[in-house]
């Protein structure tokens, strides 16, 4: 998974150098065709919040490449509404 600008820019925000790096890692892993045709973005602000609540990110990865849709669920990103859920939590709207 590629990550926009928008992701990248709360990833170098939110996060220490260390949790950077597991992150990059695990996000460089997945393979963005496993989640059907959701936004990439959805997908990871999922995995970021979830590990910004202090989930195991083995956890996190293990859920989104096994059922997607409960990953958005237990990050609050089910509805259509879900890039303002992210906004909200981190602050940074996309584009910026």
């Not at 879900?82 to 906004?87: D, E, F, L, M, R």
Request: without cysteine; negative net charge; proline residues 2%.
């Amino acid at each position: 998974m590629i990550l926009s600008d928008w992701i990248a820019g709360i990833v170098e925000r939110e996060f220490d150098e260390g949790s950077r790096k597991r992150l990059s890692e695990a996000l460089s892993g997945l393979d963005v065709s496993i989640f059907d045709l959701q936004d990439p973005d959805r997908i990871a602000g999922a995995i970021l919040i979830l590990f910004k609540e202090g989930v195991d990110l083995d956890v996190i990865i293990d859920e989104a490449i096994t059922d997607w849709r409960d990953l958005l669920v237990s990050a609050g990103l089910e509805s259509d509404s879900w890039s303002t859920v992210i906004v909200d939590r981190f602050g940074l709207s996309p584009g910026l």
